[in-house]
């Protein structure tokens, strides 16, 4: 098994007293950012990048990874105790966590979500092991036609899974293939949508996108809410999580079952949020106790919270291995390694094995020391939360300020970003989804220049995605991803009939 | 009162047609820019223009079917996008958010930002003067230290601190 070795090689990487702080660091950091309103994994990471610029790709990315795994931990406290979720993926997290609260089993509900969270992202981190070196073997023989359908079926899934909203889906993912468009074009050399702006030159940055649409937007509709915290206490005791992880194994297939929704949710770019969703409806209709959900089941706990962490997890196998984010998250991290002069996709498994397998071993102990940090840190994080809003929210606009401006210490970004959050308010609150027009707005260049590839092998042929059976396969894959909304209201006017 | 607090600034579905109209214009920019630089084929490939023009069209064609579908949805017309008193709080942040970015420029970003934390304390916290200023300088201070210090990351500064040599 030469992944085996490869992991073994990996741990040497990531275990160096430098790369286990920062593992530390970026959990707790990650739980704090998880936790406050307005901080997610996505922007918490994109403000944070700029700083890790000096650092070597490997140890910055391990940082980063932590970050992400924090803040998909702290998503759960708020829910738990102050029925707050504090990331969109947690919000099923509410619908059993909160009652068990309320019920004084705060303790219990808690170390049920971490715990489950834990075993969701270890069974994530298991399959990527295993999968990514494949999945990337296979993707060495892809040209540009097979990557442009691999693009074409992210973004197509994006529109087959959103419920209802597939037309909000589409206008918000291509305003962000739009806004990739905006600057020099480099391979034509010609000036697209800039109209005389130099600012524009180099066209919007992704970062400041997400730090504005996901950290002011929040803030806003947040203030707009109206904020009150009047939470369950947090205790958990040594005897609570004994009792608790006693009480876990029964409930073992529907871990098994929300793993697996949630690594197919997060390799097919569905994400985090729909699989909780997802897990929570399979595991009430499947349980024994399903009638009783929604009252204060440890099970209604056990299965979004694995689902969740798994897609979260599993989000950044095709990342890795294709180069195609599976979440708003998993594309800010693309961003990184970009920056930091790797590129993405099958090559990165041949050419840079320290750096892949040292991240893919970080996985592992970053998962462990976030479920340590968080069992025992629980009353500490939990008091963040009563920092009362009119002192937090603005320090956090400080935080997204900073944030923007590091980005190419520019002012010009910051005034961008504020623009970005009252867009991201209101597109929010009409429900075009955010998620894909950050998608759009990084692979955009990518995702073109294979298109023109593609093209210029055919020479101007559309019929070259359909010419072989592998890339064909993935168009017509993606076409029916697209149409499925459609195809949906087909079905149901033939069998009504 | 607050019969008045509870009126809405707008119906959601007036702002969803305004969202989709703005979208809509948006789409039409991508277009007519796409076409400037050519958006066919030329003599060595496709042109600039050529993947941004379908861009654009799908922008104008999802948009003009949301905005068509809100004009005929009779639940979104009577449903509030934000409320009068809602309304007034997002505006309480953003406002002064705007004025504070602008402030940046002008004053540095250490000033403006104890300036900006100290006046959300004491209007929406109602906060004594001496924690006020305890909190909002004290935050000011450490993200100094952090920033300029710890990581050597220079942000934008003003008069205050070359007057205090600290540029």
């Given at each position: 098994m030469e992944e085996i070795g490869s992991l073994i090689h990996g741990f040497a990487v990531a275990l160096t007293p430098f790369n286990l702080m920062l593992m530390l660091v970026g959990v707790v950091l990650g739980v704090i950012i998880g936790v406050l309103?307005?901080?997610?994994g996505a922007n918490g990471v994109a403000i944070l990048l700029p700083l890790t610029f000096t650092m070597p790709p490997t140890s910055a990315i391990i940082m980063l990874s932590c970050i992400y795994w924090g803040a998909l931990f702290g998503g759960a406290i708020t829910s738990i105790l102050f029925n707050i979720p504090g990331e969109p993926w947690s919000v099923a997290t509410t619908f059993d966590g909160y009652p068990l609260g309320q019920k004084g089993r705060a303790g219990t509900a808690l170390t049920a979500a971490f715990t489950s969270s834990f075993v969701g992202a270890l069974i994530a981190v298991i399959v990527i092991t295993f999968l990514s070196p494949i999945v990337a073997n296979f993707a060495l023989q892809f040209g540009p036609p097979e990557f442009f359908a691999v693009y074409l079926l992210t973004f197509c899934a994006f529109v087959g899974m959103s419920k209802g909203q597939a037309l909000k889906t589409i206008a918000s993912m291509m305003v962000g293939f739009a806004l990739a468009a905006v600057g020099l074009d480099t391979v034509t050399g010609s000036l697209r949508?800039?109209?005389?702006?130099?600012?524009?030159l180099q066209g919007f940055d992704f970062l400041i996108a997400v730090i504005g649409l996901f950290g002011i937007g929040e803030i806003l509709l947040t203030l707009e809410e109206g904020l009150a915290f009047k939470g369950a206490s947090a205790k958990i005791n040594l005897a609570v999580v004994k009792q608790t992880w006693q009480e876990l194994p029964r409930y073992w297939l529907t871990s098994l079952r929300s793993s697996a929704v949630g690594c197919f949710m997060g390799i097919v770019p569905g994400g985090a949020t729909p699989a909780s969703f997802m897990a929570y409806g399979v595991a009430k209709r499947f349980s024994p106790d399903g009638e009783k959900f929604g009252t204060g089941q440890v099970e209604g706990v056990v299965a979004p919270e694995t689902a969740a962490h798994a897609a979260g997890t599993s989000a950044l196998l095709p990342m890795l291995?294709?180069?195609?984010?599976?979440s708003p998250t998993a594309a800010v991290l693309l961003g990184g390694l970009l920056i930091w002069g790797l590129q993405p996709g099958p090559l990165l498994f041949q050419e840079q094995k320290e750096f892949v397998w040292g991240l893919i071993a970080s996985m592992y102990l970053g998962n462990i020391a976030g479920l340590i940090v968080v069992l025992t840190c629980v009353p500490l994080f939990a008091a963040i939360l009563r920092i009362p809003f009119s002192i937090i929210a603005p320090v956090i606009i400080v935080i997204c300020a900073i944030g923007a401006y590091t980005v190419?210490?520019?002012?010009f970004d910051v005034y961008l970003m504020l623009v970005f959050g009252v867009a991201g308010y209101v597109l929010r609150k009409l429900d075009y989804p955010l998620a894909p027009l950050v998608l759009a707005l990084v692979l955009g260049d990518r995702a073109e220049s294979a298109f023109r590839q593609a093209m210029l092998i055919s020479q101007g042929n559309v019929s070259i995605f359909f010419s072989k059976a592998l890339v064909g396969g993935m168009t017509t894959l993606a076409l029916v991803l697209l149409f499925w909304p459609l195809i949906q209201i087909g079905l149901r006017k033939v069998k009504g009939v | 009162m607050s019969d008045n607090n509870e009126r809405p600034v707008a119906t959601t579905r007036t702002l969803e047609l305004v969202v989709a109209a703005l979208l809509f214009l948006i789409g039409a920019v991508v277009i007519y820019d796409s076409v400037r630089l050519g958006a066919r084929w030329g003599d060595d490939g496709p042109q600039a223009g050529y993947f941004p023009f379908y861009v654009g069209l799908l922008i104008c064609a999802a948009t003009a079917a949301v905005f068509f579908r809100a004009l005929s949805d009779k639940m979104k017309a009577a449903k509030a996008f934000v409320t009068r008193a809602a309304f007034g709080q997002v505006l309480w942040m953003l406002v002064p958010s705007i004025v504070y970015v602008v402030l940046i420029k002008a004053i540095g970003i250490y000033v403006a930002s104890t300036i900006f934390i100290a006046f959300f304390m004491r209007r929406l916290g109602r906060y004594p003067w001496a924690s006020t200023v305890a909190v909002a300088v004290g935050v000011s201070v450490v993200f100094f230290l952090l920033f300029e210090v710890w990581f050597k990351v220079p942000l934008p500064k003003g008069p205050l601190e070359s007057w205090l040599g600290l540029d």
């Open positions: 309103p307005g901080l997610g949508l800039t109209f005389g702006f130099t600012e524009l291995t294709l180069g195609v984010p599976g190419h210490n520019s002012m | -």
